[in-house]
């Protein structure tokens, strides 16, 4: 007589394993649906001329974004417009530049605050959220196909592990261009919008000698870097005596020595709840989850192993 062998049981693992992926694939739609709907982040950037040519100490700017709007708020303190505009008119005097040296400085420029465009991240991050959706549909399907095995092939076990490797990697990859490099880009973008002011090759912005020192702090609720930015304003430099300034550093008493700017401020970004609570998710759901699945599944697995070396 034969004994019924029956139907094999399912691998308890691979049943918590799958339901942990439908979870996955539930949040990455929500956070995917919640970035259509709602606000990326809140950004603020705020300067200050500690010190400046002609009436520019004291002149104070702010500027605003809300992602969900792509729009830029700026404010600037009373008169604060007419020193600029005087400060601009003098600049302009003093240093018009030919169309290659405009050229040349955008080039500079670019190099100096090369950064994807807000656009561009966001539409890289939608695509990332795309591709982590479908990899935690694959491995569903990996880990469903040997539904009443411990485990599987070797072949099968290494694409399996890839495959859950690179859904970790993708998920992350979403959450670091929310919470970093968008502000980031967001702020080369701001950045990138002084006026065309050197014509050498070395300088990366408008400053000759520019010293910048700044501290930062980065949480899960937003980003703020303190700054402050300071050098000699080439735009306030005769074209004659350019070269001498890049060069060395004027001397108090001289002329150009006035072309001397300190620009202190604070860059700072909110970040939504739910993005902050998708790293929570993330942290359990592809950090913990899959270590505890693995750990299971290696205790399941070494009493068959021992099994098969009596």
């Known amino acids: 007589m034969s004994e019924a062998t029956g139907h094999e049981p399912i691998a308890r693992w691979r049943v918590i394993a799958s339901m942990t992926l439908i979870l996955q694939i539930m949040i990455l739609l929500s956070l995917k649906s919640a970035l259509e709907e709602d606000s990326w982040f809140v950004g603020t950037l705020s300067a200050t001329v500690e010190e400046g040519p002609l009436s520019l100490e004291g002149v104070s700017a702010n500027v605003t974004i809300d992602m969900q709007n792509d729009q830029d708020d700026l404010s600037i303190e009373l008169f604060g417009p ?24 955008d080039d ?12 561009t991240v966001k539409s890289m991050t939608f695509m990332v959220i795309h591709i982590s959706i ?50 980031a880009s967001w702020f080369a973008t701001v950045a990138d919008n002084p006026q065309d002011f050197s014509n050498s090759r070395d300088d990366v912005a408008f400053l000759a000698h520019a010293e910048f020192s700044s501290t930062s702090n980065l949480g899960l ?44 401020g604070n860059m700072r970004t909110e970040t939504p709840p739910y993005v902050s609570e998708m790293v929570y998710f993330w942290l ?27």
């Not at 350019?242 to 108090?252: D, F, I, K, L, N």
């Open 108 to 119: 500079n420029l670019d190099e100096a605050f090369s950064s994807p465009s807000p656009d």
């Open 134 to 183: 479908g990899l935690a549909a694959l491995l569903l399907v990996l880990i469903c196909i040997d539904l009443t095995k411990q485990a599987s092939g070797i072949k099968r076990t290494v694409v399996r592990r890839f495959t859950s490797f690179a859904s970790f990697t993708s998920v992350l990859s979403v959450l670091v261009l929310i919470l970093f490099i968008l502000p």
């Open 221 to 264: 609720g937003g980003f703020t870097l303190d700054f402050e930015v300071s050098g000699y304003d080439i735009g306030m430099v005769r074209p004659a005596n350019r070269s001498a300034v890049e060069a060395t550093p004027p001397e108090p008493t001289s002329h150009d020595a006035e072309s001397y700017i300190v620009i202190s």
């Open 82 to 105: 007419l020193r600029l505009s005087h400060w601009q008119d003098e600049r302009d005097d003093r240093a018009a530049l030919s169309e290659q040296e405009i050229e040349e400085y």
């Open 284 to 310: 359990v759901l592809w950090v913990l989850m899959p270590l505890a699945l693995l750990i299971q599944q290696r205790v399941a697995i070494d009493p068959h192993l021992r099994g098969l070396n009596r």
